[in-house]
């Protein structure tokens, strides 16, 4: 049903238009999702008490953005945005200074915040607006205060330019946000080309989107991404690198991302590795998507690696370099760096996880980012076919589903470990400097040797007390002289 207040059109529709996909099915949340929940569903109590507050001193005020798109589609909103005809500085003088602050002033957006029960809320209040000219691909010259018309038609697409008053439960759509999500439908607001070079964000925005939600990109928007493409480059690395990672990190639309972006020619510029994997034969990219479909992690590092592995296993791309030339382009930080190193470094005892010495596999334990080095080992035996290309993986499956059933019950038996203490799986090494000096060995580059070795021979069994120690380190000096 559409009524009019004042020149508003407002729909008066159920919010939940566009039923959840099925993994958003609430019967089937985790007990963290339901947290997650729990929490979205007390922000949104705090963000309606700041529009009663707001409309109590006779201004309008709505939810505004992703909010009002994921409740119309059923899911859970992170965070809630309030659009209004109040000032910035009217805003902070409703809430105070204490419970207000100015993080975007030129643009006319107040944090509203509270902590109620130990739990902080946080909303960001936003004046109505319309943009002046772009000159810098990211942010407007000037802005303007305006109408919610207006403010409007300067958002990106028609899906987050609708606005909803959670007081009266009405919808306020001026872009017909409200078909597209119903169409299941991607469209810039307005001409796709100025929306673009005003930010050319949006570019990469409106293919995760699209993979997000399982939308089509309607085609003018669609051929402007393609013919835009190349100016992706004109965003920050860091601004691209967390668009990509979303996608990356999107268990469910992960794959559908790359795809639309190597349709519009994005994916050659922002992970030409990648675009190097699906587009060297159609074979390898149908190994390479039936890897990253097989992966549970929502990493996006582990995703990376899965879609690359047969090129990081052949040596096509040298992990080192690899792991460096990302941290480059993306000015990743020193630990994700690492992570990508080890990851790849571990496989080579993970993916034989159930004949591997335990004085290998224990050390991987160690690690921060085992649980990532786990997961894709997961991945590639849970895609890998006996008839795989990949040297390694054929290796470890000894060409039989046996072996992958076997290495993938070695897998389940580490985690299993990793939720014990670690002091249970990672004692106090038994051959130490304090047993090398009572044996009268000097003291020198042969300690940190023998402490290595000796480590390994008691995680393996061949040590078990101080009395086999002290043989052990007899027979290895006895053996090297």
Known sequence: MISHRGNFPILKCPMNLVPATPNDSPDKKSSSDRSSRTHSNALRDYAVSVVRTLTSRDYIAYFAGGCVRDEIMGSTPSDFDVATNATPEQVQQIFGRNRSVMIGAAFGVVCVHERKAGISHQVEVATFRSDGAYIDGRRPESVAYTS????AQRRDFTINGIFYDPLSEEFIDFVSGWQDIQARTIRAIGDPFQRFAEDRLRLLRAVRFAARFEFQIEPSTFQAIREMANRIVEVSPERIAAEVRKMLSDRRGRVQSLLILD?????????????????????????????LDALHSSSWIVATVVLLWEELESGRIDSNSFASSIKNRWHLSNDEEQEIRFVVRAQQWLLQANSSPWSRLQPLLLSPHIDSALSLTEALLSSSAPHSSSTLLRHSLRATSNQADVDVQALSRLREILKQDIAVWNPRPIVDGSLLMELGLPVGPRYTQLIGL???????????????????IRQQIDSST
């Open 263 to 291: 349709e519009t020619g994005l994916l050659h510029i922002t992970l030409p590795e990648a675009f190097d994997a699906l587009n060297q034969d159609v074979d390898a990219r149908a190994r390479a998507l039936q890897r």
């Open 454 to 472: 000796g480590r390994d021979a008691q995680l393996d069994g061949r040590i078990q007390n101080r009395d086999d120690a002290r043989e052990w």
């Open 148 to 151: 919610p018309e207006l403010d």
